[in-house]
């Protein structure tokens, strides 16, 4: 089973810029990769995600323009979140994740929307504060 291993959060003050990295273990096992976050007390929500046979990239509404997605060049098994201007409400813990298996372009999406890919790592906090 693929393993997904996230570095890069932190602490940074409203407006600030953090880029999350995640390591795919065997990216040949699926091609459906992204991000979702959980606050204290609340449940998942969907980042964005990232079709890598496509290259076709998903975003849910409340990070769309502040975040991108994108995997690395030169080593496919890296995929990066950069997160810029970021809100209070962009806090908590983000998770790399990705489908256990193959998707669809639209399915790739719908499960970016729903952050309900299949399996996780095991997070990395960012906390941004005003």
């Not at 998903?58 to 994108?70: A, E, K, L, N, P």
Request: proline share 3%; aromatic share 8%; hydrophobic share 30%.
């Amino acid at each position: 089973q693929v393993q997904l291993v996230e570095s890069g959060g932190g602490s940074v003050q409203t407006g600030g810029s953090l880029t999350l990295s995640c390591t795919v273990s065997d990216i040949s096992s699926t091609n459906c990769v992204g991000w979702f976050r959980q606050a204290p007390g609340l449940g998942r929500k969907g980042v964005a995600g990232i079709h890598t046979e496509k290259n076709a990239v998903f975003y849910v509404d409340s990070v769309r323009g502040r975040f991108t997605i994108t995997q690395d060049n030169d080593n496919a098994n890296t995929i990066y979140l950069q997160m810029n201007n970021l809100k209070p409400e962009d806090t908590g813990t983000y998770y790399c994740a990705a489908t256990p298996g193959n998707r669809t372009p639209g399915g790739c999406r719908v499960v970016t929307l729903r952050a309900d890919f299949g399996v996780w790592g095991q997070g990395t906090q960012v906390t941004v504060s005003s």
